[in-house]
Nanobody, 125 residues
């Protein structure tokens, strides 16, 4: 049984930082591209960023470039999202996701095989 269990998140003031973690089990973690998505109220779920299987390449949506960093530790079966300089518009439920098919970080939600349970991130102004 595959599980992606997220931790971290919460309430932070604008300009602050948070780190999300996503621990995977039941799969060969290093075979999966890992990504973070987010969904704000009334909006579609969107890719925030992701990392390739070896951790050698990352991709980010423009709005978070230079502020967010996705990393992974294949020895711990865990992917991280470090969020700095947070803005109120970053408020959303954040999800980690795993994709076995492609070797790159895909923008499409349908490409991902497994999803975490979601974690609320709220940034106050």
């Amino acid at each position: 049984q595959v599980q992606l269990v997220q931790s971290g998140g919460g309430l932070v003031q604008a300009g602050g930082s948070l780190r999300l973690s996503c621990a995977a089990s039941g799969l060969t973690f290093s075979n999966y591209v890992m990504a973070w998505f987010r969904q704000a109220p009334g909006k579609e779920r969107e890719l925030v960023g992701g990392v390739t299987r070896s951790g050698g390449n990352t991709r980010y949506t423009d709005s978070v470039k230079g502020r967010f960093t996705v990393s992974r530790d294949n020895a711990k079966n865990t992917v991280y999202l470090q969020m700095n300089s947070l803005k109120p518009e970053d408020t959303a439920v954040y999800y980690c996701a795993a994709d076995r098919t492609y070797g790159f970080v895909s923008w499409g939600l349908g490409e991902y095989d497994y999803w975490g349970q979601g974690t609320q991130v709220t940034v106050s102004s």
